[in-house]
């Protein structure tokens, strides 16, 4: 164990290095994308899109990949953290935007960042060393592959999850074939689906976060977590466990989907979408008939790739899963519903997409089948 007087000094270092940290990302207006830090023997990476709520970009992806990489087998590094700046968000999804005016143009950027936004979201699953997400904030789409598939996810009170990809044209993706159908139940699915937004404690108690801490003490948290020498994954266990049990905040709220995940087994539990549909729509019940009026609203080629990549994403391995999922992102986009989505909800705001095929009926099974069909040498490596 290290000597109490030089613990203090090496924790007040930590102080003093992290104080820089933050003071650099308050100060600098044309502060990097991503910020890399060594603070003792961790690796604290920050998201520092603040303004677009950490959204991740290619450049991001590319400053990501090679330092988590390069930390894996450094030997002066224990641990890696990754938080989000400006307190709002851990990281709000990919800078869809952008991958949909590429898209549009025929840009090889909608297919160069799925594809190492994919590579990267393996690494995490695969990582050596302890992996812990400081998901405090708002946490989507691109922010979940770079949380959910390391080993601990600690959420707050100021965490909000979900998977919202049906609702533009998309499915939930990075890696979500993987992690979403093995949650408790049909959990997964009914999440996949409707997009259903999870806060706080209960994205721990859903599964997705491992631990539960109050936003308030994070910063301790970091510190402690940086002051570990030469940690295990259990080291770093006890030491969230630690703060968990000091978070009681919302801790007696029940999970607020606990009165109705009987009706989601039951509900969500047919072997295709229009028999999950058909089941909410004979239900008499208010959860039954808000889920039905969710699932009109999105796009009806997503809801069958979705359910698609679910069912069969149960089976596989992460690679397996992302592999498949790369087909599928370059399938939509090749199609019409991803922009048509993307233009309502992001660009235009008027939440009336006009989807193509309109209905679930005018989807065949042959046009899914295309959406999983291999790429041959365009298809994704791991």
Known sequence: MMPPIIYTAYRFRSICRLQRLQAHMMSSASAPEVLLEKVGRAGVITLNRPKA?????????????????????????????????????????????????????????????????????N???????????????????????????????????????????????LFPDV????????LQGKLGMFLALTGFRLKGRDVQRAGVASHFVESQKISALELDLVGLRSPSNEDVSKLL??????????????FVLQPHLQDINRLFS????????????????????????????????????????????????????????????????????????????????DHSPRWSPATLAEVSDHSVDQCFSPLGERDLRL
């Open 53 to 121: 709520l950490n959204a991740l970009n290619l450049t991001m992806t590319r400053l990501l990949y090679p330092q988590l990489k390069e930390w894996e087998t450094d030997e002066q590094t224990d641990i890696v953290i990754i938080k989000g700046a400006g307190g709002r968000a851990f990281c709000a999804g990919g800078d869809i935007i952008a991958v949909t005016e590429a898209g549009k143009s025929g840009d090889p950027l909608a297919q160069d960042f799925f594809r190492e936004e994919y590579v990267l979201n």
């Open 123 to 169: 690494t995490i699953g695969m990582y050596k060393k302890p992996y812990i997400a400081l998901i405090d904030g708002i946490t989507m789409g691109g922010g979940v592959g770079l949380s959910v598939h390391g080993r601990f996810r600690v959420a707050t009170e100021k965490t909000v999850f979900a998977m919202p990809e049906t609702a533009i044209g």
């Open 175 to 182: 890696g979500g074939g993987y992690f979403l159908p093995r």
């Open 241 to 254: 466990e630690s703060y968990q049990t000091q978070s009681s905040l919302d801790a007696e709220k029940p």
């Open 270 to 349: 047919a072997g295709s979408v229009e028999g999950i549909l058909q089941n909410l729509n004979t239900d008499n019940s208010a959860f039954a008939k808000k889920q039905a009026e969710t699932l009109a609203r999105m796009s009806p080629t997503s809801l069958k790739i979705t359910f698609r990549q679910l069912e069969q994403g149960a089976a596989m391995s992460l690679q397996d899963v992302l592999v498949m999922e790369y087909r599928l992102c370059q399938a939509c986009m090749r199609g019409k519903d991803f922009y048509e989505g993307v233009r309502s909800v992001l660009i235009d705001k």
